[in-house]
C-alpha cells in the first residue's frame, strides 16, 4: 500500500532545513510582536472605558447626592408646616 507522504529530507539538506526553521521562527516572531502591539492598544482601549465610567459614576453620584437633598428638604420642610398647622390648630402657637 502506498502512502503519499512526502518526507522534507528528500529535497532539502540539512543547512535548508535550518534556514527554512528559522525562517518559520522570525515569522513567527514577527505574528507575536503584532498580536502585542495588537493587545496593548486594546488595554489602552479598556483604560479610556474605564475613565469614561468613573466620570459618569461621579457625575451620578453628585446628581443623586442633589436630589436626595432635595425630598429631604422638601419632606422636612413639608413636616416642619404641618407641625406648625398642627401646633396652632391645637392652639399653641
Known sequence: MATNHIDI???????????????????????FEQVEKRFEQVEKRFEQIDRRF??????MDSQFRW?????LG???SGFVTMLGYFLKSQGVI
Do not use: F, P
Request: glycine share 6%; proline share 0%; hydrophobic share 40%.
Open 54 to 59: 468613573e466620570r459618569l459614576e461621579q457625575k
Open 67 to 71: 436630589i436626595m437633598g432635595l425630598i
Open 9 to 31: 529530507k528528500d529535497y532539502y539538506n540539512h543547512e535548508t532545513r535550518i534556514a527554512l526553521v528559522e525562517n518559520a521562527i522570525i515569522n513567527m516572531q514577527k505574528q
Open 74 to 76: 422638601l419632606y422636612g
